[in-house]
């Protein structure tokens, strides 16, 4: 399956200007590795079963939703601090690939629970917390549509990734006291890299980890390269206008 | 091997929303490439004129 | 400072003087928020469930539904007849304006509860008089954290086009920390609990409130700037 998208990927890096070349393979690498760890290297848990295996998929999704979405606000910062175009972009492609991955972590999190728990959705803490900041920079994606192209746009959005990011850990907070008065099945708490987790499924989880912030990188430098090219659309437009 | 649709479910969801995504980037690279070349054709043509 | 709090002062009158001519914003707030209560009240059986459980969720619900067309109104009406670019002219603070503008929408949220809270006892028989203190102390520093996150949002979304739109998506799951610190403790302070049991719930509404009150300070020149 990852043969194709590696392909698509090959086509885009030939045509864009500055293709991420090293990156790409390093992403391709890292994917089979990934693969091959998760599928054929380690084995199956006793308890769980096959399903088990998502969690290496799982996680890492999770991680790197959380990864983007404190990109959004280190950008956010640095604009506001430096009016500079770069991070309005930065910021902009993090959010974008943040929340693709913030999906998959919504909907393989209920694929992964509905066997082993026999439930489809239930209201963890992590769980609550995924679904809030899925709304917030669902919000924050609309908000940069719905604002007209310009620093306005940049200011607005900047300042919602500050806010957003801030509000994590008070989120946070709550759900976790607040899951604590509903009497829930304490779950997913043995799953931490360290307790109670072999050794092979620790490394097959850390390569996974290590694979997918490449792709995270990866869909952020192709989301970066389609920004800049707008705006020098949009200077060339501009160029043209003024010398007539 | 029980659940293992559920297993591929997942890794569908995962590897379709990824490349799904990518398709997306490669259109919109490929229309705004489509616009900018054209957009340097005739900035070219208007300026040798 | 003393000057600051002048122009504050100025803000605040300015903004109770046009609510007093118009009496459009509290009415239809509060007539909105007896709708909301009504509602759910019509959604959810009460011979069946603990009025003291839900109750609080139901006032709070209202409070932040109710809460949301104010905050939409505030900015628009400065919006019409260019009344933002005069308060922008004059010479006074950014912060000053900002200012201003939240403590006048607290000081309309804090009316509208109070006029809010008899209904609901009322309609939920609840016994508001014996924790009243606690209970006023819990809608302050609710309201508080609200009105702060509500007045730099709506002053950045009255810019967009799709306003009303735009400022429950971006404010409601901001709000979540105070929807649901603000609920438990209603609830714990009406079945005449000590606030000192949930003081972490406390410390984390005061957080909130502190947090973005400091970010609205620091951005707020950012969005009032054309």
Not at chain 3, 91 to 103: E, H, N, T, V
Not at chain 3, 155 to 174: A, G, H, Q, V, W
Request: glycine share 8%; proline share 3%; charged share 15%.
């Amino acid at each position: 399956m990852s043969s194709a998208e590696e392909t698509d990927e090959q086509e885009i890096a030939e045509k864009s200007d500055e293709g991420p070349g090293l990156l790409l393979w390093l992403t391709a690498a890292g994917g089979i590795g990934m693969l091959a760890a998760v599928f054929i290297f380690v084995p199956t848990e006793r308890t769980e079963g096959i399903v088990q295996r998502i969690m290496y998929f799982h996680v890492p999704c999770a991680w790197v939703a959380f990864f983007a979405f404190f990109i959004v606000f280190i950008c956010s910062i640095l604009f506001l601090w430096r009016r500079e175009r770069e991070w309005d972009i930065y910021a902009h492609a993090s959010a974008e690939v943040g929340m693709l991955f913030c999906s998959l972590v919504l909907i393989t999190g209920p694929i992964w629970a509905k066997p082993i728990w026999g439930i489809w959705w239930t209201w963890d803490p992590r769980l609550t917390l995924t679904l809030v900041l899925w709304l917030i920079y669902a919000a924050y994606l609309m908000l940069r549509l719905q604002t007209g192209e310009g620093s306005t746009r940049a200011k607005y959005s900047a300042i919602i990734g500050i806010v957003g990011a801030l509000d994590i850990p008070l989120i946070h907070f709550s759900v976790l006291w607040w899951g604590s008065q509903h009497p829930s099945p304490k779950i997913i708490t043995s799953e931490g890299i360290g307790t109670g987790i072999d050794n092979s499924m620790g490394i097959t989880l850390l390569v996974s980890l290590g694979a997918f912030t490449l792709i995270y990188f990866l869909l952020v430098s192709l989301r970066v390269n389609i920004e800049k090219m707008k705006d020098e659309i949009d200077r060339l437009k501009k160029q043209r206008l003024y010398s007539h | 091997m029980k659940n293992l649709g559920f297993l591929f479910a997942a890794n569908l969801a995962i590897w379709g929303g990824i490349v799904f995504y990518v398709f997306t980037l490669m259109k919109r690279h490929r229309d705004l490439r489509r616009d900018l070349d054209l957009l340097k054709e005739t900035l070219n043509k208007e300026s040798s004129k | 400072m003393n000057s600051y709090l002048g122009q504050i002062k100025a803000i605040l009158w300015k903004d109770f003087l046009t609510e007093y001519k118009t009496r459009e914003l509290f009415s239809s707030m509060f007539v909105f928020a007896v709708l909301v209560i009504l509602i759910f009240i019509f959604s959810v059986d009460l011979s069946l469930v603990n009025s003291n459980e839900v109750g609080p969720g139901v006032l709070w619900v209202a409070v932040i539904f109710a809460g949301t067309l104010g905050l939409n109104r505030s900015f628009t009406l400065e919006k019409e007849d260019s009344g933002l670019q005069g308060l922008l002219l004059a010479p006074i603070d950014r912060s000053a304006i900002y200012f201003g503008k939240m403590l006048s929408n607290l000081v309309f949220f804090l009316i509208m509860e109070a006029f809010i809270l008899p209904v609901f006892m009322v309609f939920f028989n609840i016994d508001l008089l014996a924790n009243l203190g606690p209970l006023l102390f819990v809608l302050l520093i609710g309201t508080l954290g609200f009105s702060i996150l509500g007045t730099l949002l709506s002053s950045l979304s009255s810019n967009l086009k799709t306003r009303e739109i735009m400022l429950p998506l971006l404010l409601y799951p901001l709000m979540v920390p105070i929807a649901i610190g603000a609920v438990r403790l209603t609830s714990h302070v009406l079945g005449g609990g000590e606030l000192g049991d949930m003081m972490n719930w406390v410390g984390m509404i005061l957080c909130f409130d502190v947090i973005f009150l400091a970010v609205s300070i620091m951005t707020i020149d950012h969005i009032l700037e054309e």
